[in-house]
């Protein structure tokens, strides 16, 4: 057959060769050991912990030795594609702190972009000079099989108990003639263009996954499909020419398309492209909480798997991506902890480091990360987070909780023990701060209150007595003083250790009064050292507070 011919046919109008595209996009000048890694998400709407996890691996890989990092958008399945997804990866992953060096959400006529466009939708012409070339060389040809068709032969296989698949003698298009093939284009039929395998059944290929290690998979023999009907190609058709177009060195994707490397090392060869490495992430796990067993995350079950998630409720991005590390490299957590003032970047990440089976994704071990991380933040720095957020995510509340700087540095502060021994450890979150202090602001949205342990003629009792002999310009010790005569008087031990002794002659103890003007003052059982509250809050509102209860 006149492949030549077939392929002017297919693509009357492609003049550019791959030859042009090579010249066009030269292999990137970078230092030794350097790597280009990237990112290439699908618009779905959807971004997952599973994707920054493997964006941040993928940064740290181009970023330890020099390399590029950039972000590719792969937008071939029209079906899957959502409106404003494009903008949801890049504000996530701007809001999660991962830094590229070039790709989509840049400028495109930047000297930065010079491999692009990053949109696959963008690159339709570079892929038909490839799909040409190949039809040249008789490695691809159209296939003119209908869906009904396709789909009886499926079930043929099926039933026969055979590999199903378009191989072998199934795959009847292959053997069509240039005469035929021009008939069917005359009469208007729509095609798909499929690659003409050269993979043998009894063949395997062998190759070092940069995590699994040695993996050994039978050669492809299926004639896959490289253009859709449309001439969008597929992922793995996109995958081939762009991630060598691009310079790829380290492709790092989810273990689903392990399966598919056979795929792609056959279109690397019959492409004359080198292959990059790969890396395929382990998924990520969580006990399941019914079960006991370990699972995968999973959309449906786990909100948590959404980065919104952490989004919503304000997770610091620094926490997120200390956690994350850890998850990564094994060894991250022992390093951070013992240069616990070095920038994470310096940590030696190592790709063959990373989980090979499944990383346990543990809420309250990231929380503790979180409270642990953010006690060693400036007031400042928390200050600025906790706006942004609160902007962000409650812009009613915000003008509230940021009306007077200095009151939310004091309470800052106080919830972050700056300057105590041991820093407290009390925040983790924008969503639960709020929650924890929103005591000390009137107006904004109310929480739970706890109830008064002690009855209300008692509750009565101490409170009325408080506020007489209460004297704003009493220091904590004089203030507490006053708690212990308020106690005395009404049958409660001021001195513990008499309490202890004896309880049965008490009502009960000075904590129990102090319990009392702590839940009437901030509705809580439990807070930060009350006279420190007080005095940020100001005499009035205590008052206040008191009174409505009285
Ligand atoms: N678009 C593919 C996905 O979202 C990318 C896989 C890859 O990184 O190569 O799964």
Not at 284 to 306: A, F, N, Q, V, W
Not at 405 to 432: F, H, N, P, S, W
Not at 462 to 469: D, F, G
Not at 513 to 531: F, H, Q, S, Y
Request: contains cysteine; charged residues 30%; negative net charge.
């Amino acid at each position: 057959m006149n492949y030549n011919k077939l392929a002017d046919m297919l693509f009357p109008n492609v003049t550019n060769t791959p030859e042009f595209y090579e010249a066009k996009f030269v292999e990137r000048k970078l230092p030794n050991n350097a790597e280009v890694t990237r990112m290439a998400p699908s618009p779905t709407g959807f971004i997952h912990l599973g994707n920054l996890y493997s964006a941040l691996a993928d940064e740290r890989i181009a970023h330890k030795n020099g390399g590029v990092f950039y972000l590719r958008i792969e937008d071939t399945d029209e079906k899957r594609k959502v409106d404003g997804a494009v903008e949801l990866i890049i504000d996530t992953l701007r809001y999660f702190d991962i830094e590229f060096d070039e790709g989509a959400g840049f400028d495109e006529n930047e000297q930065t972009n010079a491999y692009g466009p990053y949109f696959q939708r963008q690159r339709v012409d570079i892929y038909h000079a490839y799909a040409k070339n190949l039809v040249a060389k008789g490695l691809a040809y159209p296939c003119f099989c209908t869906e009904e068709e396709l789909d009886s032969v499926r079930k043929e296989q099926e039933e026969q108990k055979e590999l199903t698949g378009y191989y072998g003698k199934y795959a009847v298009c292959r053997n069509l003639t240039i005469e035929e093939i021009e008939a069917n284009l005359l009469a208007g039929k729509s095609y798909v263009l499929r690659l003409r395998s050269q993979g043998s059944p009894e063949k395997e290929i062998t190759f070092v996954d940069a995590i699994k290690g040695e993996i050994k998979l039978p050669e492809n023999i299926h004639d896959i499909v490289l253009l859709k009907r449309d001439g969008i190609p597929t992922y793995h058709f996109a995958h081939a020419i762009d991630d060598h177009l691009m310079r790829t060195t380290v492709v790092v994707r989810g273990g689903e398309w392990l399966a598919s490397a056979p795929i792609h090392y056959e279109l690397f060869h019959l492409l004359g492209f080198k292959m990059p490495k790969y890396a395929h992430t382990a998924h990520l796990m969580k006990i399941d909480e019914e079960t006991g067993g370990k699972r995968k995350l999973s959309k449906r079950k786990d909100p948590e798997l959404s980065l919104d998630y952490y989004k919503k409720d304000g997770y610091h991005p620094y926490c997120m991506k200390v956690y994350l590390m850890t998850l990564l490299n094994s060894n991250f957590e022992e390093w951070h902890e013992k240069f616990a003032d070095k920038d994470i970047n310096e940590f030696p990440f190592s790709i063959d480091k990373m989980n090979q089976s499944g990383a346990l994704f543990d809420k309250d071990k990231l929380h503790n990360i979180c409270k642990n991380e953010l006690s060693k933040l400036s007031e400042n720095e928390v200050y600025d987070f906790l706006y942004q957020w609160a902007s962000d995510y409650e812009p009613e509340n915000k003008d509230i909780w940021f009306a007077d700087k200095e009151k939310m540095l004091r309470i800052l502060r106080l919830y972050m023990g700056v300057g105590m021994k041991r820093r407290r450890k009390d925040l983790v979150y924008a969503k639960q701060i709020f929650e924890l202090f929103s005591y000390f602001f009137d107006g904004s949205k109310t929480d739970e209150k706890d109830s008064f342990k002690l009855d209300m003629d008692e509750v009565h009792a101490i409170l009325t007595k408080y506020l007489e002999s209460y004297n704003h310009a009493d220091d904590n010790s004089a203030w507490f003083n006053k708690l212990k005569e308020i106690a005395d008087s009404l049958g409660y031990a001021s001195d513990m250790k008499a309490y202890k002794a004896s309880p049965e002659n008490f009502k009960g103890n000075v904590s129990d009064v102090a319990e009392v003007i702590r839940i009437a003052v901030t509705g809580r059982a439990n807070t930060p050292d009350l006279w420190t509250i007080v005095h940020i809050m100001g005499e009035a509102q205590m008052r206040e507070r008191i009174e409505t209860v009285l």
